[in-house]
């Protein structure tokens, strides 16, 4: 028995350095398809992600030197604390989550918790519900993009904005009865940076642009490493081979094959399975909508990552982020099929 739990540690051991030699090796077999992934990916974060979001990641930085997060804590802590069980300043990640994507939610929640703003727990409550899709990219690029109507932009915007709310309100109970405030909010125990001012505006925009690269390039790294992943796992083959492992099961949940290829791509990571799902013939275009309701809640597994770079250097754990998230996808779908079978005017099915 001993030996055998010695071999068991020893194969843990192994499979990460096995995965990146594998990784390294793949690099070189399906080298021009990994070339051309990487451009694509490269290409995708300079003209969508870059634009979209450094805007999002300076304005939020530069907030953080004003009094605004403190205001917003006291004008909305009546209504953050009896629906989600944190403190009012958590409105602040909550809202700009929503109106910016990922992981500009992650990344405040994890400043909030470096600065004393909120104990463990709520950060971990926080981080399951405040990081998400942002509406420029489910309404414009996925909405009127990929399906080419602005309804279902804004039904995907819709359920996406009521599953994390829902979410929010059930991680409200999450550790509840180890929820003890570690830092009162004083200048004393907590550690909120200095008050922007005439004297300091340089220094204080250095710095906020200076960080908001420095995350920006970090996400970069990202889009591109799974952009070539995925097109690894296309060209060897391993993509059609799940495919056909997971083909029994998901007939017995009623999905069709042609879909299976797009949902693990687009659990991998998000863009390229909303796309792929998106693009899929079909008369019954609900079924592609609600997918991709999901894939948007959920946001693939490159973009736990990013949290998971941008959290675990203060503590925060992951695990409510990944619960979090399939129950957002989960609950989104739902709701985006609940609305499709109820208003009419929003089934564009043929």
């Not at 999002?56 to 930085?61: G, V």
């Not at 990219?137 to 829902?166: M, S």
């Not at 979410?167 to 909010?185: A, M, T």
């Amino acid at each position: 028995m001993n030996k055998f739990k010695m071999f068991v540690l020893k194969a843990k051991s192994l499979i990460i350095p096995i995965l990146i030699c594998l990784f390294t090796l793949f690099l070189i077999v399906f080298s021009n398809g990994n070339l051309s992934a990487a451009k694509k990916g490269l290409s995708l974060w300079a003209n969508s992600v870059v634009p979209s979001l450094l805007p999002f990641f300076i304005a939020t930085e530069l907030l953080g030197y004003t009094n605004i997060i403190s205001i917003l804590g006291k004008l909305l802590n009546k209504f953050m604390r009896p629906l989600f069980n944190v403190p009012g300043e958590g409105s602040f990640p909550f809202i700009m989550g929503i109106i910016s994507g990922y992981p500009v939610g992650a990344k405040i929640v994890s400043d909030f918790k470096n600065q004393g703003l909120c104990t463990n727990i709520e950060a971990e409550r926080l981080i399951a519900f405040t990081n998400n899709s942002g509406p420029l990219f489910i309404v414009g690029t996925v909405g009127i993009g990929l399906f080419k109507d602005t309804k279902t932009g804004i039904l995907l915007l819709i359920t996406h904005i009521l599953a994390c709310i829902t979410v929010g309100i059930l991680f409200r109970w999450w550790k509840s009865g180890r929820n003890k405030r570690s830092c009162l909010f004083s200048e004393t125990s907590c550690k909120s940076p200095s008050r922007i001012s005439l004297s300091n505006l340089g220094e204080v925009l250095a710095n906020s642009i200076m960080n908001s690269i420095s995350t920006i390039f970090l996400i970069g790294g990202f889009v591109v490493l799974f952009s070539v992943v995925i097109s690894i796992l296309n060209n060897s083959g391993i993509l059609n081979l799940f495919v056909n492992l997971i083909s029994p099961l998901s007939n017995v949940f009623g999905i069709s094959d042609k879909y299976l290829k797009g949902i693990i791509t687009g659990l991998i990571e998000l863009t390229n399975g909303v796309c792929n799902i998106a693009l899929i013939a079909n008369k019954n275009i609900s079924t592609n909508i609600i997918i991709c309701s999901f894939l948007l809640g959920f946001g693939g597994i490159s973009v736990a990552l990013q949290v998971l770079s941008i959290t675990s250097k203060n503590g925060i754990s992951i695990k409510p982020y990944l619960i979090g998230k399939l129950l957002q996808g989960t609950f989104a779908a739902i709701y985006t099929y609940i609305f499709l079978n109820t208003f009419c005017f929003l089934n564009l099915n043929l």
